[in-house]
């Protein structure tokens, strides 16, 4: 399409184009983007508290954005707004126990989904948007239980797990 024809006609979005050059400013990426799992052995899960889930492996994480080794939480360098997701499997056995998954952010609870849970194996899961500003802000995987003693977490491998990314703006 011509210039002279854009600067004299509207353009109809209906429309197919064919660029022949570059095209810049439409679009975006969506990273940094991330989705960690606890690998191995099922994590130990303590009644009455909030445990931080030790997320320890990566399927990928596009910006290194996230300590799987030491503190399990995700810090992204670059701000905006992001889509977090946590999934949780829970065995209570055949007690009936109340099992609350949270999302927090700078160590404050910003997404909580409790559930009233009748026995046996279950999965579990919690999403949020969240404004991180790209320097200092992280997010972190939490699990609530009241079974009266401990738990573990279930599934184990890539069943557990937290994921994010940002959000084209």
Excluded: W
Aim: hydrophobic content about 30%; aromatic content about 14%.
């Amino acid at each position: 399409m011509a210039i002279d024809k854009i600067q004299s006609e509207s353009i109809n979005l209906a429309d197919n184009f064919a660029f022949t050059g570059t095209v810049t400013g439409a679009g975006g990426v969506n990273t940094p983007a991330f989705r960690v799992y606890r690998s191995s052995s099922a994590q130990t899960i303590s009644s009455g508290s909030n445990v931080k889930i030790q997320f320890n492996s990566e399927t990928y994480d596009t910006d290194n954005a996230f300590d799987s080794s030491t503190n399990y939480r995700f810090t992204p360098q670059t701000s905006g707004k992001y889509f977090i997701h946590f999934q949780y499997g829970h065995n209570s056995g055949t007690a009936h126990t109340e099992i609350s998954l949270k999302i927090f952010k700078n160590g404050s609870a910003i997404a909580i989904k409790t559930n009233n849970h009748a026995g046996g194996t279950k999965m579990y899961e919690v999403s949020s948007t969240v404004s991180l500003n790209g320097s200092s802000d992280y997010i972190e995987a939490y699990v609530y239980h009241n079974y009266g003693s401990d738990r573990s977490s279930d599934y184990g491998s890539e069943n557990v797990y937290l994921e994010g990314f940002k959000i084209i703006e």
